[in-house]
């Protein structure tokens, strides 16, 4: 049985790292809140914005725009968003599993976050590029990121763009989603589409949604100018960047929520640990104090 002045040290050990991890958590939890609210506000005008691009598919020809040009995918460029720290679960494990069961040949990455460019460098990918971003971007912070990836795409260089991030469900549950942004097609604006990948045997994503009849009506009743074509090429572009953003904001929301939950996990381990050892602590004080009372008794016995 370890010694008592041993139990003691790994006791005000685990304390002391319990209240690191409570702060940890607090501070989590007040950046989650924000987070949260900045990726849910989001939503709503993501949502008007693709009901006025499926009334403006309706009305032109959606061909003739080179971000709606389906071609033969020889090569794919993914925006693989992860965090720059760790201490979030397996948030970044489970996007970046996702990740090594892409083709190493067909296809090259823009990442956001350390943890994406560490792995990429480790496993020998080829990343185009890598980003810094903060807690919470702007949006003109991200659009050089959407920019980049759709100038890879006009210029013939990839055939597709694809984004892989932890998609935020709530605060318990963040999972990793693979969907092509590029080419848009019908199915994309009318809703989110997912990706399936090898051991998904479900959509990840949560869609967005038809709009309802009545939206749709209203919408349908709208006058474009100077005309519905020139709208569309002004409004595809200005889609692709926000799409990028509104992931980007989903992806610090995921974050923030895997680091407090992560981090109350440690804290209430801590603290189960801390009674254990308390309880070890006692035992073992106990242990030594009935040794020296029997050893007092031998001696009188002894000296009887």
Same mark, same amino acid.
């Given at each position: 049985?370890?010694?008592?002045?041993?139990?003691? =040290?790994?006791?005000?050990?685990?304390?002391?790292?319990?209240?690191?991890?409570?702060?940890? &958590?607090?501070?989590? @939890?007040? +950046?989650?809140?924000?987070?949260?609210? @900045?990726?849910? @506000?989001?939503?709503?005008?993501?949502?008007?914005?693709?009901?006025?691009? #499926?009334?403006?598919?309706?009305?032109?020809?959606?061909?003739? $725009?080179?971000?709606?040009?389906?071609?033969?995918?020889?090569?794919?460029?993914?925006?693989? %968003?992860?965090?720059?720290?760790?201490?979030?679960?397996?948030?970044?494990?489970? *996007?970046?599993?996702?990740?090594?069961?892409?083709?190493?040949?067909?296809?090259?990455? *823009?990442? %956001?976050?350390?943890?994406?460019?560490?792995?990429?460098?480790?496993?020998?990918?080829?990343?185009?590029?890598?980003?810094?971003?903060?807690?919470?971007?702007?949006?003109?912070?991200? +659009?050089? %990121?959407? +920019?980049?990836?759709?100038?890879?795409?006009?210029?013939?260089?990839?055939?597709?763009?694809? *984004?892989?991030?932890?998609?935020?469900?709530?605060?318990?549950?963040?999972?990793?989603?693979?969907?092509?942004?590029?080419?848009?097609?019908? !199915?994309? #604006?009318?809703?989110?589409?997912?990706?399936?990948?090898? $051991?998904?045997?479900?959509?990840?994503?949560?869609?967005?949604?038809?709009?309802?009849? !009545?939206?749709?009506?209203? %919408?349908?009743?709208?006058?474009? &100018?100077?005309?519905?074509?020139? *709208?569309?090429?002004?409004?595809?572009?200005?889609?692709? $960047?926000?799409?990028?953003?509104?992931?980007?904001?989903?992806?610090?929301?995921?974050?923030?929520?895997? =680091?407090?939950?992560?981090?109350?996990?440690?804290?209430?381990? @801590?603290?189960?640990?801390?009674?254990?050892?308390?309880?070890?602590?006692?035992?073992?004080?106990?242990?030594?104090?009935?040794?020296?009372?029997?050893?007092?008794?031998?001696?009188?016995?002894?000296?009887?």
């Amino acid at each position: 049985m370890p010694n008592t002045r041993d139990i003691r =040290r790994r006791i005000k050990s685990v304390k002391n790292t319990a209240q690191i991890t409570k702060a940890m &958590e607090m501070v989590a @939890a007040s +950046k989650m809140r924000r987070a949260q609210q @900045a990726a849910v @506000a989001g939503r709503p005008y993501s949502e008007v914005l693709n009901h006025v691009l #499926v009334s403006l598919r309706d009305r032109v020809d959606a061909t003739e $725009h080179p971000l709606l040009e389906v071609r033969e995918v020889k090569k794919t460029l993914v925006l693989l %968003i992860t965090s720059d720290k760790g201490l979030c679960g397996a948030l970044n494990t489970n *996007v970046l599993r996702d990740a090594s069961q892409l083709d190493v040949d067909a296809t090259e990455f *823009v990442v %956001i976050g350390k943890k994406g460019a560490s792995f990429l460098a480790r496993t020998g990918r080829k990343m185009i590029a890598d980003f810094i971003l903060p807690d919470h971007p702007t949006f003109l912070q991200t +659009k050089p %990121i959407s +920019k980049l990836c759709m100038e890879k795409f006009l210029s013939g260089e990839v055939d597709k763009v694809t *984004v892989l991030y932890p998609q935020f469900v709530n605060t318990l549950v963040q999972k990793p989603v693979h969907l092509g942004l590029l080419p848009i097609t019908a !199915e994309k #604006v009318q809703g989110t589409t997912a990706i399936p990948l090898p $051991h998904h045997s479900e959509s990840a994503a949560v869609p967005a949604g038809p709009a309802s009849a !009545e939206a749709e009506q209203a %919408i349908s009743e709208y006058l474009f &100018e100077p005309s519905s074509q020139e *709208v569309l090429h002004a409004i595809l572009p200005y889609y692709f $960047h926000f799409e990028i953003f509104q992931k980007i904001l989903d992806s610090r929301a995921s974050e923030q929520s895997a =680091r407090m939950v992560a981090m109350k996990a440690a804290t209430d381990n @801590a603290k189960g640990l801390v009674k254990d050892l308390t309880l070890e602590y006692n035992k073992a004080r106990q242990a030594g104090i009935t040794t020296e009372l029997l050893e007092i008794s031998t001696a009188q016995m002894a000296l009887g």
